[in-house]
C-alpha cells in the first residue's frame, strides 16, 4: 500500500478505510508492506513521532541527514509501515520537497519486496508516475476511489481493479465513464471505534468543515441554543475548527459563543472517543459524500445518525437513522448560515431524540440492525476476496 499521507491520519476517513482493508488482507495470509508520509488533513498538525506513539506503537526513527528527511518504521497489526516525514506540508504540497526521497523508498519496496498488488489512491503526477513504475515491475494496481475527482476515463487506464465505498459512488463512475468498480462497505476497526462505555449526552457533529456543513450548522446550533438550551450540541474539530464556526455565526449576525450549551473539543485520536459520549450524530454534509465513515461508525456504536440527503450517505444509514434534505441553495460556495426554517425538519429530529425515550430506542434498535452490514468477520472476507480477485 502506498499513500500520499499517513495511514493512521485522524481526519481522514479515506485513509483509515485503506489502512483496514490492508489490515484484512494481512489477516487474511497476504505479506503487506505500507509506505506513506506524515501529511495529515488536520487544520493543525501535532508532532507525528508523538501521535503515533501515543497509538502505542513501538516507532524505530531514521534520523534526518543532509541529503535525506526522518522515516518512522514500525509494525502494525501485521503490517510493515514506512512513514516519510514531510513535517509541516499536506498531503498535495510535499511533492516539491520531498518526492524524490519518497520516490526512493517506494522504488526500493519495488526491488526487494516486489509487491504482487500496489493498493493506493491519488492522482496527481507523482502518483501516477508511480503507479506506472509499479505496473511495468509486475505489480497489479488495485486503485481506491474515494471521491468524484476521477471521472475521466483515461485515468483508469493503467489500473487493473477499482474499488469503491458503495454502490452510490460505483454507480455515478459506472454511469458517467462506464468504469465498473467493486463496491464494498467501509471497513472498521472495532478497537479503534467502539467506545468500551457509553454516557450518551451530546448532539454531535464531526469536523465542522464548509463541505460537511458548517453554514448549515452555525444556524441549527444557534436555533437549538436558544430555543432548546438544554440540549448539549459538541463540534469536535478536524479541518473544521472552533474558529470557523464562530465565524460561520457572526457572518449570519449571532455569535454562538453566548451559548453554554455549545462545545467545541478537539480533535481526539481515536472516534471511539467521539461515541463515549455521543447520544446523536449530525452530518449535513453539502458535497456529495461518497459515503460516510462516521456513519457507519455511529451505527457500530448504536448511535442514530441524521444525515444529508446527499451523495452516499441514506445507503451508509442502511436503513437507520434519519435522511433530511438541505436547501438546494446550499453549497460549497456558501459562505452565510442558511434561513431559519431550513433547520426545521432537523430541529424536530433532534427534540424527539433528545427527550422521548420510545422514539429514541426505536432508533438505536434499527441502528443494531444496520450495523449488520459493517460485520467485522464478513467484510474481512469480501476485501480479502476483492484482493485475491485482483490476482485472478
Excluded at 248 to 253: D, K, P, R, Y
Aim: aromatic fraction near 10%; charge should be negative; proline fraction near 7%.
Amino acid at each position: 500500500m502506498a499513500l500520499p499521507q499517513m495511514p493512521q491520519d485522524p481526519a481522514s476517513g479515506a485513509a483509515r478505510t485503506a489502512q483496514t482493508a490492508t489490515e484484512m488482507a494481512a489477516a487474511a495470509g497476504f505479506e503487506v508492506h505500507a509506505l506513506g508520509t506524515t501529511a495529515t488533513e488536520r487544520r493543525s498538525i501535532a508532532d507525528p513521532l508523538e501521535y503515533l506513539c501515543s497509538s502505542g506503537l513501538d516507532v524505530a526513527v531514521t534520523p534526518a541527514t543532509s541529503g535525506s528527511f526522518r522515516q518512522f518504521r514500525f509494525r502494525q497489526r501485521h503490517v510493515e509501515y514506512t512513514l516519510l516525514d514531510t513535517g509541516r506540508f499536506g498531503m498535495t504540497k510535499w511533492e516539491a520537497s520531498h518526492g524524490r526521497q519518497f520516490d526512493r523508498l517506494f522504488d526500493l519496496e519495488l526491488e526487494t519486496f516486489s509487491p504482487d498488488i500496489l493498493f493506493t489512491y491519488g492522482g496527481l503526477p507523482g502518483d501516477v508516475r508511480r503507479h506506472r513504475r509499479a505496473r511495468r515491475k509486475g505489480a497489479r494496481i488495485a486503485f481506491c476511489v474515494f471521491n468524484l475527482a476521477y471521472l475521466n476515463a483515461d485515468f483508469f487506464r493503467d489500473l487493473d481493479a477499482v474499488l469503491t465505498p458503495g454502490e452510490w459512488m460505483a454507480e455515478r463512475y459506472r454511469t458517467a465513464i462506464g468504469i465498473r468498480s467493486t463496491p464494498l462497505p467501509t471497513p472498521l476497526d472495532l478497537e479503534d471505534v467502539l467506545a468500551p462505555q457509553r454516557d450518551p449526552i451530546f448532539v454531535t457533529i464531526v469536523n465542522p468543515s464548509i463541505e460537511k456543513g458548517l453554514f448549515f450548522f452555525a444556524r441549527l446550533a444557534e436555533e437549538l441554543g436558544t430555543r432548546h438550551p438544554n440540549i448539549a450540541v459538541l463540534a469536535i474539530e478536524s479541518r473544521g475548527t472552533a474558529g470557523m464556526v464562530f465565524q460561520a455565526g457572526l457572518a449570519g449576525g449571532f455569535d454562538l459563543r453566548r451559548h453554554e450549551s455549545i462545545m467545541i473539543a478537539g480533535a481526539v485520536p481515536k472516534p471511539r472517543d467521539i461515541f463515549e459520549n455521543t447520544r446523536v450524530l449530525l452530518v449535513p454534509s453539502v458535497w456529495e459524500e461518497p459515503s460516510g465513515r462516521v456513519v457507519a461508525e455511529a451505527l457500530v456504536n448504536h448511535v442514530p445518525p441524521i444525515v444529508s440527503d446527499r451523495g452516499g450517505l441514506a445507503e451508509s444509514c442502511n436503513g437507520a437513522g434519519f435522511v433530511l434534505p438541505l436547501p438546494a441553495g446550499l453549497t460549497t460556495a456558501t459562505r452565510r448560515p442558511v434561513d431559519p426554517e431550513a433547520v426545521e425538519p432537523w430541529i424536530d429530529v433532534i427534540v424527539k431524540l433528545a427527550f422521548d425515550e420510545g422514539f429514541y430506542e426505536d432508533a438505536v434498535t434499527k441502528t443494531r440492525e444496520a450495523a449488520r452490514m459493517y460485520d467485522r468477520a464478513t467484510l474481512a472476507r469480501r476485501y480479502a476476496g476483492f484482493f485475491e480477485s485482483v490476482l485472478a
